[in-house]
């Protein structure tokens, strides 16, 4: 069965950080390319950053320089550090990963950004 569980959501103040996760369990990891989304009230879900499984990297030009997506194959795990963080990155925070049509999403981890 595949799992993915996203962690690290939470309340912070503007300027502040978070680091999500994305532990990955029943696929081969290495092997997927993963992607960050999130979805705001009344937005549509929208891609954050992606990473593929050669490590190529690509990000939303909203959190160019302050995200940062990365990957630990060996722990089946995916992370996206957030820096600078500010009210409009409030949003559900979900994971994919995805190998040709294969695709999985995590359910989703809360990120609000306020004072």
């Known amino acids: 069965q595949v799992q993915l569980v996203e962690s690290g959501g939470g309340l912070v103040q503007p300027g502040g950080s978070l680091r999500l996760s994305c532990a990955a369990s029943?696929?081969?990891?290495?092997?997927?390319?993963m992607t960050w989304y999130r979805q705001a009230p009344g937005k549509q879900r929208e891609v954050v950053a992606a990473l593929t499984s050669g490590f190529m990297t690509n990000y939303a030009d909203s959190v160019k320089g302050r995200f940062t997506i990365s990957r630990d194959n060996a722990k089946n795990t995916a992370y996206l550090q957030m820096n600078s963080l500010k009210p409009e990155d409030s949003a559900v925070y979900y994971c994919n990963v995805a190998l040709y049509r294969i695709t999985y999403w995590g359910k989703g981890t809360q990120v609000t950004v306020s004072s």
């Open positions: 029943g696929i081969t990891f290495s092997m997927y390319n």
